[in-house]
């Protein structure tokens, strides 16, 4: 009966000692015997040294492949890289603890459904890092987002933004993608007191497949000699599909089609989104989960990529459109402009405001020839610099800290 009670308690040690220690490129010199089971079972442990480093990231499952691509540029590095999981135990003896999205703890299933679940999900991510720091493992955390792209007031938005000033107060080095982005980072986030690493958007080439025009016009519902105007990925308030789709109305071109392609967990928008569509002629909307195969094939059916984001930092559609190879017309927020800097206003068109006649203009200067000129931000190179912040070395890639030079 006392060993059924303590069984909890010994399995948890035995996670724990097998995680952070067996398994991390660190070696433990302690044997490890403890009790586990109603019966009294006797485990025993040894600990064997391992020759990689070890880094757990956080989230890896995504819509976007960002973080896929990280983790297979590290695992080539020789890291052994774990996705970090909120609801077991995690390995803390690691040489770092790479945070994306935070206000991806409140979205999860069982988040979603209750408060108090959210609140102990943080809960356990501050405990988890200050463990990973006392064992000598740094925190990094990449600012995506000035905050949660669906912000707001309610109780859910403020419990959110509470848990995330807490935990960027544990790390260690942030990384932004554009040096615009610093000081809106800093005003958005008080509690940082981290040095910041600029480390750009990595580009997907070579993540997705070849795209074939004449199939995704077929797979689409458009026709062949169709000027195509496309928005393609996850369908988000902040995209502004709705507004996209109102413009779009006023382009008198019999030519013109609007693609609006992607998944969207918001069923009111989706709603929304198809009524429109439903009373604009020449809109094709189709909503669901792209496999990476059709995600290529709806940007070779396009002529011209639209953002219609106004605030932003980064935009993932952005960087995926100019890595398959077609031009996009958007607003000059975030990085884009520094983008457009390296692949020049013929693949990266930015307008403020943003009008029909911009659209019109866009189509008409068509598909540029061969590819925009991402070699400033390749995988090999992007790898690079997060090995730098994660040995420590802030100044990787260009790092502004605390002083003026970062905007504060």
């Known amino acids: 009966m006392v060993a059924s009670a303590l069984a909890p308690r010994v399995w948890w040690s035995i996670m724990q000692c097998s995680n952070s220690r067996l398994d991390e490129g660190f070696r433990c010199n302690r044997w490890c015997k403890t009790w586990s089971g109603p019966t009294g079972l006797m485990a025993l442990a040894v600990a064997r040294p391992m020759t990689f480093p070890a880094v757990a990231l956080y989230p890896t499952d995504t819509t976007n492949p960002y973080v896929g691509m990280i983790r297979d540029g590290l ?89 995330v000033d807490r935990i960027v107060a544990q790390v260690d080095t942030a990384i932004s993608l554009s040096r615009a982005a610093i000081p809106l980072v800093r005003q958005n986030h008080p509690t940082l007191r981290a040095p910041i690493a600029v480390i750009p958007h990595q580009n997907y080439r070579g993540h997705y497949p070849p795209g074939d025009r004449a199939r995704g016009r077929h797979r689409f519902g458009l026709p062949v000699d169709a000027r195509v105007i496309a928005m393609i990925g996850l369908v988000r308030p902040y995209k502004n599909v709705e507004q996209a789709i109102a413009l779009f109305a006023t382009l008198e071109d019999e030519r013109a089609w609007l693609l609006v392609a992607g998944d969207c967990f918001d069923a009111g928008l989706e709603a929304q989104i198809r009524e429109l569509a439903a009373r604009t002629p020449r809109v094709a ?36 459109a100019l890595s398959l190879g077609r031009p996009v017309l958007a607003s ?11 692949v020049g206003d013929h693949w990266l068109a930015l307008r403020a405001p943003l009008g029909v006649a911009d659209i019109r203009a866009a189509l008409d200067r068509g598909i540029p020839a061969g590819e925009p000129d ?20 802030s100044g990787a890639g260009g790092a502004w800290g605390r002083g003026a030079d970062d905007g504060r």
Request: net charge positive; hydrophobic share 45%.
């Open 285 to 320: 909307v189709h909503l669901g989960h792209l496999p990476d195969g059709d995600f290529a094939d709806a940007h070779a059916a396009a002529d011209l990529v639209l953002s219609m984001q106004q605030a932003l930092l980064n935009s993932g559609s952005v960087m995926a």
């Open 332 to 342: 000059p927020a975030g990085l884009l402009p520094e983008l457009a800097e390296h």
């Open 374 to 393: 991402l070699s400033h931000c390749d995988v090999g190179t992007i790898i690079t610099r997060h090995l730098d912040v994660y040995g420590g070395n």
């Open 75 to 163: 695992v080539r590095a020789g890291y052994r890289v774990y996705s970090w999981d909120l609801y077991r135990a995690n390995p803390v003896a690691i040489a770092a603890l790479h945070l994306h999205w935070l206000e991806g703890v409140a979205m999860g299933r069982l988040a979603r459904r209750s408060l108090l679940v959210t609140h102990l999900l943080f809960w356990k991510l501050e405990r988890d890092l200050r463990r990973i720091r006392r064992r000598g493992g740094r925190i990094v955390w990449t600012a995506h987002n000035a905050q949660p792209h669906e912000h707001g007031t309610s109780r859910r938005a403020r419990l959110v933004a509470r848990w």
